[in-house]
């Protein structure tokens, strides 16, 4: 027996503004499964208030109730879940679900120069274009030069994996030059090898600030001034269940949460076989996880069980870092977070950091994205060197606080 391809993700939208809309996932499982759907939502930009998430290791159901608004694009974000549930093709209407796995296929790599007259906001408005259009960015490098001019070089992928043709290069120009107007000066696309790519890495070197802190491991290590989230509570309990640990989370809640966690366990290899979530008062959250190894055995190994729950508290406390330090005589804002054993950034964090300096007047002279090993993981680094003109009238304290609380979702 199969399922109709229509009925493997169902939207319900709310009928009053402000109440969630109910996502309803039913498909074949598979391990990460539960990151790759929060992922999606997250790009989105959707806040995910409720979850429960049911599944024998073949079958799954898993139901989200989120909150949008009214730019939130249903349909779309329906053909993405579905595109990232197991043996799901849209080859045709109505279509039953094949055994088989396939790997996808590395995405194409595209460089897209922009020329263009500096202002205010430029890189948050171009930014949020090419979120629009779907367009990862996979590296930047910008630049501006003394006349006043920017040259901003985005290494994109295509979620529609349409960019090599004419008519998604024209739709792509069309878009930036809505919103850049006559601040346009020239936009140019085109296919990159790998050889290109590896030539546009960023810096290998990090000031010692960032280092430091991307080897935080153990909340006994936060240096003071840290800005982290706050009552973190992680514990395993074995005695509930024969054949699963329970992991039971108390935290503060904060943009992408679900997806700290499911990314987390998807990087341990940690299959979820039943799990509730839901917020509570005061921006409070409770998860019950009854999870397995890959092996379908419950944890009982005391290592594994600290290693599991220092990371996790590790990731809920800092999901992502942010500090802001001297770059000679200039200032850096400095913001990273971990990478996916898959490869796959955290949604939106570039979008955000932009709109934070938008939103606090501070304009960018030069930025860049890079991937950085430290210690035994890979962090996305994002460097943003701030345009001080006749003096930052912002003081530090209050850009590091300000970027952290829009990526948080706390403003």
Same mark, same amino acid.
């Given at each position: 027996?199969? &399922?109709?391809? !229509?009925?493997?993700?169902?939207?319900?939208?709310?009928?009053?503004? @402000?109440?969630?809309?109910? *996502?309803?996932?039913?498909?074949?499982?598979?391990?990460?499964?539960?990151?790759?759907?929060? /992922?999606? &939502?997250?790009?989105?930009?959707?806040?995910?208030?409720?979850?429960?998430?049911?599944?024998?290791?073949?079958?799954?159901?898993?139901?989200?109730?989120?909150?949008? #608004?009214?730019?939130?694009?249903?349909?779309?974000?329906?053909?993405?879940?579905?595109?990232?549930?197991?043996?799901?093709?849209?080859?045709?209407?109505?279509?039953?679900? /094949?055994?088989?796995?396939?790997?996808?296929?590395?995405?194409?790599?595209?460089?897209?120069?922009?020329?263009?007259? !500096? /202002?205010?906001?430029?890189?948050?408005?171009?930014?949020?274009?090419?979120?629009?259009?779907?367009?990862? &960015?996979?590296?930047?490098?910008?630049?501006?030069?003394?006349?006043?001019?920017?040259?901003?070089?985005?290494?994109?992928?295509?979620?529609?994996?349409?960019?090599?043709?004419?008519?998604?290069?024209? #739709?792509?120009?069309?878009?930036?030059?809505?919103?850049?107007?006559?601040?346009? *000066?020239?936009?140019?696309?085109?296919?990159?090898?790998?050889?290109?790519?590896?030539?546009?890495?960023?810096?290998?070197?990090?000031?010692?600030? %960032?280092?430091?802190?991307?080897?935080?491991?153990?909340?006994?290590?936060?240096?003071? @001034?840290?800005?982290?989230?706050?009552?973190?509570?992680?514990?395993?309990?074995?005695?509930?269940?024969?054949?699963?640990?329970?992991?039971? %989370?108390?935290?503060? !809640?904060?943009?992408?949460?679900?997806?700290?966690?499911?990314?987390?366990?998807?990087?341990?290899?940690?299959?979820?076989?039943?799990?509730?979530?839901?917020?509570?008062?005061?921006?409070?959250?409770?998860?019950?996880?009854?999870?397995?190894?890959?092996?379908?055995?419950?944890?009982?190994?005391?290592?594994?069980?600290?290693?599991?729950?220092?990371?996790?508290?590790?990731?809920?406390?800092?999901?992502?870092?942010?500090?802001?330090?001297?770059? @000679?005589?200039?200032?850096?804002?400095?913001?990273?977070?971990?990478?996916?054993?898959?490869?796959?950034?955290?949604?939106?964090?570039?979008? #955000? &950091?932009?709109?934070?300096?938008?939103?606090?007047?501070?304009?960018?002279?030069?930025?860049? %994205?890079?991937?950085?090993? *430290?210690? #035994?993981?890979?962090?996305?680094?994002?460097?943003?060197?701030?345009?001080?003109?006749?003096?930052?009238?912002?003081?530090?304290?209050? *850009?590091?606080?300000?970027?952290?609380?829009?990526?948080?979702?706390?403003?």
């Amino acid at each position: 027996m199969g &399922i109709l391809y !229509d009925d493997v993700v169902i939207i319900s939208q709310s009928d009053k503004e @402000g109440d969630p809309c109910v *996502i309803t996932v039913n498909c074949p499982d598979k391990t990460g499964l539960g990151c790759d759907l929060c /992922r999606i &939502i997250l790009f989105f930009g959707l806040s995910i208030v409720r979850g429960d998430v049911s599944t024998d290791g073949k079958w799954c159901y898993i139901v989200f109730w989120v909150i949008g #608004d009214s730019q939130t694009r249903w349909g779309l974000l329906k053909k993405r879940l579905m595109g990232a549930c197991p043996s799901c093709s849209s080859a045709s209407v109505v279509l039953y679900y /094949r055994a088989e796995m396939q790997a996808p296929k590395p995405s194409d790599v595209f460089l897209l120069k922009l020329s263009c007259y !500096d /202002r205010k906001g430029l890189l948050y408005d171009v930014t949020a274009v090419l979120c629009e259009l779907e367009l990862t &960015i996979e590296k930047v490098k910008i630049s501006t030069t003394p006349d006043g001019k920017v040259m901003d070089l985005f290494f994109v992928t295509d979620t529609r994996e349409l960019l090599h043709t004419r008519k998604r290069q024209e #739709d792509t120009y069309e878009h930036l030059k809505t919103i850049l107007g006559n601040a346009m *000066i020239s936009c140019d696309v085109e296919m990159v090898g790998t050889e290109i790519t590896a030539c546009s890495q960023a810096s290998s070197f990090l000031p010692s600030a %960032i280092i430091d802190m991307l080897h935080l491991d153990m909340p006994v290590e936060l240096p003071s @001034g840290s800005l982290t989230s706050s009552n973190v509570s992680v514990t395993i309990d074995n005695s509930l269940s024969p054949g699963h640990t329970l992991v039971q %989370i108390v935290c503060q !809640d904060h943009k992408g949460l679900l997806y700290d966690i499911m990314r987390t366990l998807k990087d341990y290899n940690i299959q979820v076989s039943y799990g509730r979530f839901s917020r509570r008062q005061r921006g409070n959250c409770e998860i019950d996880l009854f999870i397995m190894q890959a092996d379908g055995k419950k944890i009982v190994d005391p290592s594994k069980q600290n290693g599991l729950c220092s990371r996790l508290w590790m990731e809920l406390l800092q999901p992502l870092r942010v500090t802001v330090v001297s770059r @000679g005589p200039d200032t850096e804002l400095l913001v990273a977070n971990p990478v996916e054993l898959s490869g796959k950034g955290r949604p939106l964090v570039f979008h #955000d &950091i932009t709109l934070a300096l938008k939103m606090l007047d501070i304009c960018i002279f030069s930025a860049e %994205i890079g991937r950085h090993m *430290i210690g #035994d993981r890979e962090w996305e680094v994002y460097r943003v060197l701030l345009d001080e003109g006749d003096g930052l009238s912002v003081p530090r304290n209050k *850009i590091k606080e300000g970027v952290w609380k829009l990526l948080m979702g706390w403003e």
